[in-house]
């Protein structure tokens, strides 16, 4: 083990381990920039979920309108001012 050190120190020059940093780098800031854009892509979604959740509720309210209009009632709501 310890030679394996000693020789990795020997061989590599600065440079090189420079070099290595900078490569490193460039990676995590792209994975940085993926995680970010992930986090935004999913708040969206989230909040587009939320709309799509509201509608399909309204849609349901309305769908029970139905039934009751087949029968032939008066429909719901407020009612027409006559003037």
Same mark, same amino acid.
């Given at each position: 083990? =310890?030679k394996?050190?000693?020789?990795?120190? @020997? *061989?590599? $020059?600065?440079?090189?381990? @420079? &070099?290595?940093? @900078?490569?490193? *780098? *460039?990676i995590? /800031?792209?994975?940085?920039?993926?995680?970010? /854009?992930t986090?935004?892509?999913?708040?969206?979604?989230? $909040?587009? =979920?939320?709309?799509?959740?509201?509608?399909?509720? /309204?849609?349901?309210?309305?769908?029970?309108?139905?039934?009751?209009?087949?029968?032939?009632?008066? #429909?719901?709501g #407020?009612?027409? $001012? &006559?003037?």
């Open positions: 083990m =310890l394996k050190i000693i020789n990795i120190l @020997w *061989t590599y $020059s600065p440079q090189d381990y @420079w &070099i290595k940093l @900078w490569s490193k *780098t *460039t995590d /800031e792209k994975a940085i920039a993926a995680v970010k /854009e986090k935004k892509r999913a708040k969206v979604v989230k $909040s587009e =979920l939320k709309d799509v959740a509201k509608a399909v509720k /309204e849609v349901g309210n309305q769908v029970a309108d139905i039934g009751s209009a087949v029968k032939g009632n008066a #429909r719901k #407020r009612k027409k $001012s &006559i003037k």
